[in-house]
């Protein structure tokens, strides 16, 4: 089954403490990409790949680093997590960058204490 | 950078009836894509949809490129159809939804 998945689902951590929300891919697709969604601000896009070793800023890029050694996996990595990090985080993959269909994952729902 | 609305931004609906939703863009895009976030916060891929007119089941699209928007029809609306209809341009550029409720 073609799917895009994230871990952890929920986390809530502290302050401080360093963590990896992993995503990862299994349909081959070059582009994958991470957005934060708040309330009243919607789905905003964080950084985005388009393909191996290729990474470029979204809109709000502070405080994340990405990597994309392997294809099918783009994990988003908070160094020193603070509480304005809590959101809602999405992965998302595409075959065509911007111009194709992006599929997403479930969802990711972190709380920074 | 490209400004998308989507209106209106709530509606309530009785089961059965239809509703039509609709996503503005201010500038000429390549992709376009509605998508459906349910109350568990996943989000479903509806269409895509950077021109033409597509239907699935009771829900179908358009977008008139030209005129830089695009329709979300929904029939015979159902309780499951809740939740919020986003529409996102190009690097996924989204709105800001429409969030719908369907009742019984």
């Known amino acids: 089954e073609a799917q895009v998945t994230q871990n952890p689902r929920y986390l809530i951590t502290v302050t401080g403490k360093k963590l990896t929300v992993t995503c990862s891919q299994n349909?081959?697709?070059?582009?994958m990409s991470w957005y934060r969604q708040d309330p009243g601000l919607g789905l905003r896009q964080i950084y985005y790949?388009?393909?191996?070793?290729?990474?470029d800023k979204g809109d709000v890029p502070e405080g994340y680093k990405v990597s994309r050694k392997e294809k099918r996996n783009f994990p988003l990595i908070l160094e020193s997590p603070s509480p304005n990090q809590t959101s809602l985080y999405f992965c998302?993959?595409?075959?065509?960058?911007?111009?194709?269909?992006?599929?997403f994952g479930e969802g990711s729902r972190l709380t920074v204490l | 950078g490209i400004q998308v609305e989507q209106s209106p931004p709530d509606l309530i609906l009785q089961e059965g009836a239809n509703s039509t939703l609709r996503c503005n863009f201010s500038?000429?895009?390549?992709?376009l894509q509605w998508f459906h976030q349910n109350p568990w916060g996943q989000l479903i891929n509806l269409f895509y949809?950077?021109?033409g007119t597509k239907q699935n089941g009771r829900l179908s699209a358009t977008t008139v490129a030209t005129e830089r928007y695009s329709l979300l029809y929904i029939s015979s609306s159902q309780t499951t159809d809740s939740g919020v209809y986003f529409c996102?341009?190009?690097?996924?550029?989204f709105g800001t939804g429409t969030r719908l409720q369907v009742f019984p």
């Open positions: 998302a993959s595409g075959s065509l960058g911007f111009n194709g269909e992006l599929f």
């Open positions: 349909m081959n697709h070059e582009y």
């Open positions: 790949s388009m393909n191996v070793e290729v990474t």
């Open positions: 500038d000429s895009v390549n992709n």
């Open positions: 949809i950077p021109s």
């Open positions: 996102a341009v190009d690097k996924l550029i």
